[in-house]
């Protein structure tokens, strides 16, 4: 089974600042199958990313993904108020899906 | 812009059951493979179950294999989840979710469930 394992748990930054989140595997995926979601307080999650580096409809070019086979990264280049909220990168796989812990994104 | 809105959850007493429902609209419901992945009070999301679109296909996590039943009518465009013998640690915010590719393009806004006598 393939673990995804984010890092940081927290990241405390100020607006304006450039986020980087890191999701490792276990082992190395298909970057097709390797997304990012974010969630706000007592909302569902969001789809940010999809296939590793491809944006989702409507998600603003501030949001980037990157990496392939076992190190993926969300950065995020100038943080806006509303970007503070947690984040999950998320493995398909074996007609399943595995997410990571989470990163929560707070403000300094 | 599609929606999805669930229903059913509430209050179940550890070994009971309860059905969820997920209401779907503005999209093509039966081209499109649904799943479930829930949610604990303060935990992170941990993938339940998914069906493909015809229906012919269901998968499930090990933690709730042989307890819970993931179908659908898309004569009704509703996708459900029947769960038995419910325990404590599926208590959860139980999200309906509709999967594009490898990813899960659109969610509802969940339902709770709360196990406890």
């Known amino acids: 089974e393939i673990v995804l394992t984010q890092s940081p748990g927290t990241l405390s930054l100020s607006p304006g600042e450039r986020a980087t989140l890191s999701c490792r595997a276990s082992?190395?995926?298909?970057?097709?199958?390797l997304a990012w979601y974010q969630q706000k307080p007592g909302q569902a999650p969001r789809l940010l990313i999809y296939g590793a580096s491809s944006r989702a409809t409507g998600i603003p070019d501030r949001f980037s993904g990157g990496g392939s086979g076992t190190d993926f990264t969300l950065t995020i280049s100038r943080l806006e108020p509303e970007d503070f909220a947690v984040y999950y990168c998320?493995?398909?796989?074996?007609?399943?899906?595995?997410f990571g812990q989470g990163t929560k994104l707070d403000i300094k | 812009e599609e929606q999805l809105v669930e229903s059913g959850g509430g209050l179940v007493q550890p070994g009971g059951s309860l059905r969820l429902s997920c209401a779907a609209s503005?999209?093509?419901?039966?081209?499109?493979?649904m799943t479930w992945v829930r949610q604990a009070p303060g935990k992170g999301l941990e993938w339940v179950s998914g069906?493909?679109?015809?229906?012919?296909?269901?998968h499930y996590a090990d933690s709730v294999k042989g307890r819970f039943t993931i179908s659908r009518d898309n004569s009704k465009n509703t996708l459900y989840l029947q769960m038995n013998s419910v325990r404590a640690e599926d208590t959860a915010v139980y999200y309906c979710a509709k999967r594009t590719g490898f990813f899960i393009a659109y969610w509802g806004q969940g339902t709770l469930v709360t196990v406890s006598s």
């Open positions: 082992q190395s995926i298909n970057n097709s199958y």
């Open positions: 069906i493909s679109g015809s229906g012919g296909s269901t």
């Open positions: 998320q493995r398909y796989g074996n007609s399943s899906y595995t």
């Open positions: 503005r999209f093509t419901f039966s081209s499109y493979a």
